[in-house]
């Protein structure tokens, strides 16, 4: 399964509303992954099961989608939200693929 | 809390062996499908193999299958990878990835280079 994500990069001003869009080759039913990669550090989960947000995650954050079709969303941009977003998705497994990656940066 | 951290990374010489290994505690260990995923410099991520719980299914991402080997000690609550042939391409940094995706190791960096 081939995941491809869009744009690749980003730039934008805080308090911006940001979609990042993640398209799959074949159904995936809502087998994603959604996470947040800073500079130096591991990914971090953000967003499970397409739409669900992990413990801890801000509210501004979210998901939707399902099948071939998804979206993440940043509601009002903060500057810590400046990293590299990724999907990844889940549906078949154990063969896991993220997307590209699209990077965030302030405007 | 969970907590995964991998050790191991170093530079090696084009065609040689490296081992990998990833200390996990704060969760049932030998209940969870442990993966290993690496990122090269300034490059994405890409899944590299992983291990059921009871090591009964491994499985291995194509640019790696026949070089690399994982396994696991349950009553260690670790992970490895036996990386052999190594080449320039699998520089990267290897994290340690818990089955779901919502916890992974600092990683440890790995650099194939003469």
């Known amino acids: 399964i081939q995941m491809t994500q869009s744009p690749s990069s980003l730039s934008a001003s805080v308090g911006d509303r940001v979609t990042i869009v993640c398209q799959a080759s074949?159904?995936?039913?809502?087998?994603l992954n959604w996470y947040q990669q800073k500079p130096g550090l591991a990914p971090r989960l953000l967003i499970y099961?397409?739409?669900k947000l992990q413990t801890g995650v801000p509210s501004r954050f979210s998901g939707s989608g399902s099948g071939t079709y998804f979206t993440f969303i940043i509601t009002s941009l903060q500057p810590e939200d400046i990293a590299t977003y990724y999907c990844?998705?889940?549906?078949?497994?154990?063969?896991?693929?993220f997307g590209q990656g699209t990077k965030l940066e302030i405007q | 809390d969970v907590n995964l951290e991998e050790s191991g990374g170093g530079l090696v010489l084009p065609g040689g062996s490296l081992r990998l290994s990833c200390a996990a505690s704060?969760?049932?260990?030998?209940?969870?499908?442990m993966n290993w995923v690496r990122q090269a410099p300034g490059k994405g991520l890409e899944w590299v193999s992983c291990?059921?719980?009871?090591?009964?299914?491994?499985f291995y991402a194509d640019s790696v299958r026949g070089r690399f080997t994982i396994s696991r000690d349950n009553d260690k609550n670790s992970v490895h990878l036996d990386m052999n042939n190594l080449r320039d391409e699998d520089t990267a940094t290897y994290y340690c990835?818990?089955?779901?995706?919502?916890?992974w190791g600092r990683g440890t960096l790995v650099t194939v280079s003469s």
């Open positions: 990835v818990r089955d779901g995706g919502g916890s």
């Open positions: 704060g969760f049932m260990f030998d209940a969870y499908t």
């Open positions: 291990i059921t719980g009871s090591s009964h299914k491994k």
């Open positions: 074949q159904d995936i039913n809502t087998y």
């Open positions: 099961d397409a739409s």
């Open positions: 990844q998705q889940y549906d078949n497994v154990p063969r896991l693929t």
